[in-house]
């Protein structure tokens, strides 16, 4: 098992730019969750999607927007990138009344 | 909304010795989860401990220990016998049971080991 992987690692990005995160998971789960981390603070949720086909906004989610493509896939596009998104986002997923959500290892996203 | 609060950006604590975290809630959801995640300086998040808000007893995983105060609101985590290997960033966290489970984190704590 994988686990929970992300593409790419890394990314830079002029203004303006769209690029979109991939993100899937290969345990079967049906929460599936975007987290943007910035300097000196915790995660915040973007969007979080409870099972395929349907997603929700969290804390902060203009700017972006998901696609729960089916189980094993929960991809986040920023259409016009600005530098106010750079930011290390992590996707995590997590079973149906399980406790644990899994993360994976996160995107380093700098936008110029 | 809900809230979490660790108030200690930084700590330091001697090799071997027990350290505390502080972490305080706020939430009107009768039911919620309280979670410790580790955020080592490779950037990877790891599931360290959970409690829920109707579990009788504080939970326990190995060397970890959440001190669960219900009445004040404080789930704080308790490492002992300190490692190196334990210097990192500490995250509370909070999900509530209802609607879509959202999952609100703290600013986090970062814990040095000192040899």
């Known amino acids: 098992n994988a686990g929970v992987t992300q593409t790419p690692k890394f990314q830079v990005l002029k203004t303006g730019q769209s690029m979109t995160l991939q993100c899937a998971q290969d345990m079967n789960h049906n929460s599936m969750y975007w987290y943007r981390q910035d300097p000196g603070m915790g995660l915040r949720l973007i969007y979080y999607?409870?099972?395929?086909?349907?997603?929700d906004k969290g804390e902060v989610p203009n700017g972006y927007n998901v696609s729960r493509l089916n189980k094993r896939e929960f991809s986040l596009r920023l259409e016009s990138a600005a530098p106010s998104q750079t930011s290390v986002y992590f996707c995590?997923?997590?079973?149906?009344?399980?406790?644990?959500?899994?993360f994976g290892p996160g995107t380093r996203l700098t936008v110029l | 909304a809900q809230k979490i609060t660790q108030t200690q950006p930084g700590m330091f604590v001697q090799e071997k010795e027990a350290v505390t975290l502080d972490c305080t809630y706020d939430?009107?959801?009768?039911?919620?989860?309280l979670f410790w995640y580790k955020q080592p300086s490779s950037g990877e998040m790891i599931f360290l401990i959970y409690q829920g808000s109707y579990d009788q007893q504080n939970a326990t995983e190995g060397r970890y220990s959440l001190n669960f105060q219900k009445a004040r609101k404080s789930a704080n985590l308790v490492i002992s016998a300190s490692q190196l290997g334990d210097s990192a960033m500490y995250f509370c966290a909070m999900r509530e049971e209802g609607g879509y489970q959202k999952v609100t984190f703290g600013t986090g704590t970062k814990l040095q080991v000192i040899p």
């Open positions: 995590a997923s997590r079973v149906p009344g399980g406790n644990e959500q899994f």
């Open positions: 999607s409870a099972s395929e086909g349907t997603t």
């Open positions: 939430t009107s959801d009768p039911s919620y989860g």
